[in-house]
């Protein structure tokens, strides 16, 4: 079965820092390229960060330089860390697989000011 698990949002104040963890199970992880979406109320789906298979990555210019993307190909795992965040980066943060379009369940981030 494939599942794509978040974990790790939560309430954190301006300035502050949280890591999003995304276990993958059911699918060959290290050939995927995974990324992290996110989704504020009334927007749109927008891509924060994304990393290939081969460990390369790209990161939407608002949030370069403050969060970092990571795969852990042992444990099927890919992390997001953000630190600095402010209050626009509230939104609720889904993980993704491609090939295939996967998506998690997605876990809220809030920011307060």
């Known amino acids: 079965q494939v599942q794509l698990v978040e974990s790790g949002g939560g309430l954190v104040e301006v300035g502050g820092s949280l890591r999003l963890s995304c276990a993958a199970s059911?699918?060959?992880?290290?050939?995927?390229?995974m990324g992290w979406y996110r989704q504020a109320p009334g927007k749109q789906r927008d891509l924060v960060a994304i990393?290939?298979?081969?460990?390369?990555?790209n990161y939407r210019p608002s949030v370069k330089g403050r969060f970092t993307i990571s795969r852990d190909n042992a444990k099927n795992t890919v992390y997001l860390q953000m630190n600095s965040l402010k209050p626009e980066d509230t939104a609720v943060y889904y993980c993704?697989?491609?090939?295939?379009?996967?998506w998690g369940q997605g876990t809220q981030v809030t920011v307060s000011s």
């Open positions: 059911g699918i060959w992880f290290n050939m995927y390229a």
């Open positions: 993704n697989a491609n090939p295939g379009n996967l």
């Open positions: 990393i290939a298979s081969d460990g390369s990555t």
